[in-house]
Antibody
């Protein structure tokens, strides 16, 4: 069974930093592109970032480019999101999400974690 | 950036009735479109990908159609568990943009 478990969310002041982690299990982690998708309270879904299986390709939404860094450790079956210079508008549930098909880059999301809440407030 | 527009924002349907949800892309995405369902308090779930292919375990009452810029998600006979918010997403170009969602509520 595919499992994605996020951690690292919490309350942080504007301008602060936070690192999210996602522990993956139940599939061959190093063959899938992984993503972060967020959802502000009461709002819709927003794609944040994607990283290819071999870390060759990385993409970011314009809203986070230069502030967020996605990374992965295939030996540890883990995905990360380093978030710096956080703003109030970054407040959201952050979902770790796996592409539906392996060995591809631009695909739909097949599996989602339960999310971790990040609140940026003073 | 490709903009995805869903309509209507809210759809009121009685159980057992048919629901038709629309998604429009600001430019052609070919068949690179997915639909997701999100129930309250839950993570989204993949329903349809490549515009018309049902994901694993998705009931046959869910169907997708369309190509290029116009897409439709049809739920043939609404069950109680189908009342939720539905999102479309294009994966033709970066960024992978979502529509704003359609809430299907009980009439």
């Amino acid at each position: 069974e595919v499992q994605l478990v996020e951690s690292g969310g919490g309350l942080v002041q504007p301008g602060g930093s936070l690192r999210l982690s996602c522990a993956a299990s139940g599939f061959t982690f190093n063959t899938y592109t992984m993503n972060w998708v967020r959802q502000a309270p009461g709002k819709g879904l927003e794609w944040v970032s994607s990283i290819s299986s071999d870390i060759t390709y990385i993409y970011y939404a314009d809203s986070v480019k230069g502030r967020f860094t996605i990374s992965r450790d295939n030996a540890k079956n883990s995905l990360y999101l380093q978030m710096n210079s956080l703003r109030a508008e970054d407040t959201a549930v952050y979902y770790c999400a796996r592409d539906n098909k392996e060995f591809t880059m631009l695909r739909e999301v097949g599996y989602w974690g339960q999310g971790t809440l990040v609140t940026v407030s003073s | 950036e490709i903009m995805m527009t869903q309509s209507p924002a809210t759809l009121s349907v009685s159980p057992g009735e048919r629901a038709t949800l629309s998604c429009r892309a600001s430019q052609s995405v070919s068949s690179n479109l997915a639909w997701y369902q999100q129930r309250p308090g839950q993570a989204p779930r993949l329903l349809i990908y490549s515009a018309s292919t049902r994901a694993s375990g998705i009931p046959a009452r869910f169907s997708g159609s369309g190509s290029a810029t116009e897409f439709t998600l049809t739920i043939s006979s609404l069950q109680s568990e189908d009342f939720a918010v539905y999102y479309c997403q294009q994966f033709s170009n970066w960024p992978k943009t979502f529509g704003q969602g359609t809430k299907v509520e009980i009439k």
